[in-house]
């Protein structure tokens, strides 16, 4: 058994766990795998037989459309769970793929059952982050029929910065993106080019800046303004949980 859970590390921001509940999810990471960067895990309508927890690393999911083209559904950083949306399907909805080098930890679709039965605390954690996950999709895909592609590109900074903030205590105000601007444009329904101009624009109203790959959020509240973003993983309510 590993440890630490890295997935243990990341629900632990929201409500201190047990030891017994550590331990249960410390069984989700007993066999870490390592990928490559450019790795398929699963591709769309695969059989759905692991779910996994990101170790170290980053990934995404996406699905082509009938164009041709990429939509990025979601980027994952390291403590994320994959594969909530396979948990209701025996096929899987999207395709995953590995953005860096990184390890993953499958587990059998099944254990999340043995999860559940004995740690409901945590299976009530799962709920909230789902939906919290929901909603700030909900929010994107609202922005991209109705706000300008500048705003598209400071509410999706925001988003990453502050997910990838969840478990690095030493990010303030930069992070590094390992996003290609292709990458972001097909987060969020834009041109690498179009990508490319607001990002230069925003540095030159010194919104951010870029360094070594390194972006800073020069004035964070001014790009909330401008994005008409919100961070769903503030003010969650977690009242209603059971007691651990």
């Excluded at 409500?15 to 249960?24: I, Q």
């Excluded at 903030?165 to 601007?181: E, G, K």
């Excluded at 987060?187 to 990508?195: D, P």
């Amino acid at each position: 058994m590993v440890a630490t859970s890295c997935f243990a590390a990341r629900l632990a921001k929201q409500v201190p766990l047990s030891d017994a509940e550590k331990t249960a999810l410390a069984r989700l990471e007993e066999n870490p795998r390592k990928v490559k960067r450019g790795a398929m895990v699963q591709r769309v309508n695969d059989t759905v037989t692991e779910l996994f927890v990101l170790r170290e690393g980053r990934m995404m999911s996406f699905v082509i459309m009938p164009d041709g083209s990429r939509q990025i559904l979601r980027v994952y950083f390291p403590g994320d769970f994959i594969g909530s949306a396979s948990t209701i399907y025996s096929r899987a909805p999207e395709s995953l793929i590995a953005l860096t080098d990184a390890i993953i930890c499958p587990f059998d679709k099944h254990a999340l059952r043995r999860l559940l039965d004995e740690s409901p605390r945590v299976a009530a954690l799962l709920f909230l982050l789902s939906n919290a996950e929901r909603v700030a999709m909900t929010d994107r895909l609202a922005s991209l029929g109705r706000t300008s592609a500048k705003a598209r590109v400071a509410s999706f900074l925001l988003d990453m910065f502050d997910r990838i903030r969840v478990t690095d205590d030493a990010i303030t105000d930069s992070f590094d993106l390992r996003l290609t601007q292709e990458e972001i444009g097909d987060s969020i329904g834009l041109t690498s080019v179009h990508v490319n101009r607001m990002i230069r624009q925003m540095e030159e109203e010194g919104l951010i800046s870029r360094s070594n790959g390194r972006i800073t959020l020069r004035d964070i509240a001014r790009l909330e303004e401008i994005g008409h973003y919100t961070n769903r993983l503030k003010d969650m309510d977690l009242d209603w949980l059971p007691v651990g």
